[in-house]
């Protein structure tokens, strides 16, 4: 496994690669799989503002994509001083191809702490309901 900085350094890797015409909010993210890798995502801007994919479902889509095993935790990284939690639409995908794994929230300057998924999407929709 991992420690939680390099973890937090792949997804600041990524942040740089961040796509943020618009916003200007650049967004790293990283997932590490049961067996040692690491998938890393960006935010990706489009003009119609509503199709921009943000860091955490472009790293997940790439694990998936590529044959990710086990995916065991996830970082996201920004600048801002208030640590940045995913949005919900990345919490559900993180939900489903995760489950209930750590999310380490990280910025530039130090700032950094883990909370689970249950912590922040208690009571999730999933394939268990349908
Ligand atoms: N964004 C992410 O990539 N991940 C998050 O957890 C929060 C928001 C992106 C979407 C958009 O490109 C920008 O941040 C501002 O919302």
Known sequence: MFSSDQLVQAAAAARERAHVPFSGF???AAVEDS????YTGCNVENATYGLTVC????AVFKAISEGAAKL???????????LT???GACRQILWEF????????A?????L??????QIFPRPFDASFL
Not at 107 to 111: A, D, I, P, T
């Open 35 to 38: 067996d040692g890798r690491i």
């Open 72 to 82: 065991v935790r996830v970082a996201v990284v920004t600048d801002a001083s208030k």
């Open 26 to 28: 650049k967004v790293g």
């Open 98 to 105: 995760c489950g209930n794994i750590p999310v380490v929230m």
């Open 107 to 111: 910025n530039l300057s130090g700032g």
């Open 113 to 118: 702490e883990s909370i689970t998924m249950e």
């Open 55 to 58: 860091a955490e479902r472009v």
């Open 85 to 87: 939690p995913p949005c």
